[in-house]
Structures are given as C-alpha cells and as structure tokens.
C-alpha cells in the first residue's frame, strides 16, 4: 500500500516495523508469556491490525487444559488461554522484537496495549491497539499531525494570492533577470502557498490543515497540525479528546465517516512520544450535501466560520450532536 511520509513515519518511528512483514513477537498476559509471530497489516476494511500465528506459551505443557485424553489434536490446533483471553476481551501486552532505528540506536520497541480481536485454530488470529494508540513516552505534546484522506477538497484563494503579495515589482524584475541566467534547462519560479484551512475553537486550539502536493493512493489527501494558539503544551487525553469532537465535524461536513489514518503526536523537542492510528480506506461513497457537492466552489473560508460555532455546540450538546450525525444505513441525518 502506497503510504504518505506522515503514515509511514507512524510504522517506522512509533511501531518500529513494516506492514506485511513478519516480526518475532512476545504476548503477556497475567503474567503469562506467549512467543508468537506478528505481521502487521492493514484490512481490507481499511483499519490496522496484528495477525499473530504460532502462538506458544513459553513455558511448555503450561498450556494444556487438564487430562488430554483424546484432545490430543484439539489441543495442538488451539491455543486455549488466549481463546479466553478473546473471550474476556482483557488487554494484553505485545512486546515486538525488531532491531532499533538506525537513527535512534538506543530507543528500544515500546510495550503496546493490545487487544486479541479474534483467536482461532492453529494457535492463530488478530490484534488490535488498545484505543488504537501507541505511547512511547508519557510526556506531554506541543504539537500533534494527522492524515486525511476522505475530506472534501476545497480552494483558498485569497490565502494564496496573500502569500505572495509582498514581493515588490522591482524584486519580481530581478527574479525575472535571474532566471534569463539560468541554463540547461533550470529554471526559477515562484509558487505560492498551498491551499489551507486554519479552524479555531474558542478555547484555544488551532488546526492548520493543509491540501497535500500529492494524491494518496489516488485520492486528494491532507495534513492536519493540532497546537495549542499560546504554543502551550497539552495531554494526550486532553489532545483524544479534542479529537473525537474534531472527527464529528468532519463527518458533519461530509454527511459521512471522514477519519485520520493517522495522528502522530511530538513533545516540544519535536520527537516523536504518542500516536494514534485511524482507517486508511473508506468503503462509503462519498454523499451530496451542502458542502459536499461537485458543482459548487468549496471555498475553505465556509468552513473556517462554521468550526468555532459547531465547536461551541459540540462542547455543550455532546451526546446529542453525536445521536444525529452518526451515518445510519442509507441515510445520514443532519441537524
């Protein structure tokens, strides 16, 4: 699967591992300590998952279940603690053993908090990220990006035409006169800010998303940055938190599930500590609604206005924007 730097940087600095190659892994359970082999994939659905196989408990016969007596094969094809585990749907921890980055030499792989989505026969099944996320270190975040795939594109002229207005006409001649110099086909040009969006909420925070150079995997994309309008620093709850009210209004303006793929979150170092990680496909077609209509112009000022005021509401009346912008079969209801 084609990856935008941003996603690829989720797999490579926060799960230190690649998609769809093996890694020797270890599950812990109370205590318990399982060996297995973990391939990390996306589904067909488009969510990330762990597919685990040969699943052993590392200390041999502890797994086996009374008098075998006949469930000889049963047991060989099973793996019965961690059907219970399933069954319980309690966290484990998953410990990968792949080697450090080879710029960061002395960060080992972070334990993750996972949860096993389905244990089958041949001591098989799925993982899956507790809340789908991955602490690296508790510390607090200064900014946070993310990914979107899903979301309507729109133009911001005016933010285009303002980014390039300062230059002076005598400076345009000298650039002029500096390119008539260049050979062998170089060439200078001027080009002016990418089309961006920058949503603010009345209590402070400040998203910039900006329309990516590139489609990813062939639609238009975006890169979101979260910060906080003082530069101050924030939890990662306060940040998941902002962040469910964030994804509703992008469903709100879409008239449809509109997710990050995935949000990568940096201390005031700019290392990376925390990351979360969303769907990378969306098997909806996209719906008509009052901003999501092909013979409109989805001038981005539209929804810069509307953000602070849906934020208003979303604060105060949680539950029940959320019991009428949730998509239903065949519909989707706005308020």
Not at 225 to 238: Q, S
Request: charged fraction near 25%; include cysteine.
């Amino acid at each position: 699967m084609e990856l935008k730097p941003l996603e690829s940087a989720f797999f490579r600095e926060i799960l230190n591992a690649e998609l769809d190659v093996p890694v020797p892994a270890t599950l812990k359970y109370q205590g318990k300590d399982f060996d297995i082999i973990v391939v990390p994939e996306i589904a067909p659905e488009g969510y990330f998952r762990m597919k685990y196989f040969n699943a052993q408990d590392s200390d041999p016969g502890a797994d086996a279940v009374g008098p075998l007596r006949g469930r000889i094969w049963e047991y060989l094809k099973s793996q019965p603690i961690l059907e219970q585990v399933w069954s319980d749907q309690g966290p484990v921890e998953l410990q990968l053993h792949t080697l450090p980055l080879p710029m960061r030499p002395g960060r080992l792989n972070p334990p993750l908090q996972a949860r096993i989505l389905y244990a089958g026969e041949d001591r098989a099944g799925e993982l899956v990220l507790l809340d789908n996320q991955v602490v690296l270190q508790n510390s607090k975040l200064k900014t946070a990006n993310f990914c979107i795939r899903t979301f309507r594109d729109f133009a911001t002229p005016e933010k285009q035409f303002s980014s390039i207005e300062g230059i002076t006409e005598a400076e345009y001649r000298t650039l002029r006169c500096i390119g008539a110099k260049l050979e062998d086909g170089a060439k200078l040009t001027i080009t002016p800010a990418q089309h961006h969006l920058t949503l603010r909420t009345r209590d402070g925070w400040v998203i910039t998303l900006t329309k990516d150079d590139d489609e990813t995997r062939d639609s238009v994309s975006h890169t979101g940055v979260v910060e906080r309008d003082d530069g101050g620093d924030f939890t990662v709850a306060e940040l998941s938190d902002f962040l469910d009210g964030l994804r509703y209004f992008f469903t709100f303006t879409m008239g449809n599930y509109c997710l990050p793929t995935v949000v990568v979150g940096y201390d005031h170092h700019r290392q990376v500590v925390w990351g979360e990680v969303g769907k990378f496909e969306n098997d909806w077609q996209r719906r008509l609604n009052w901003f999501n209509h092909p013979r409109e112009a989805p001038f981005g000022y539209i929804l810069e206005g509307l953000f602070p005021k849906f934020w208003h509401r979303w604060q105060g009346n949680k539950d029940e924007m959320i019991a009428v912008l949730v998509p239903l079969p065949g519909r989707f209801v706005i308020i």
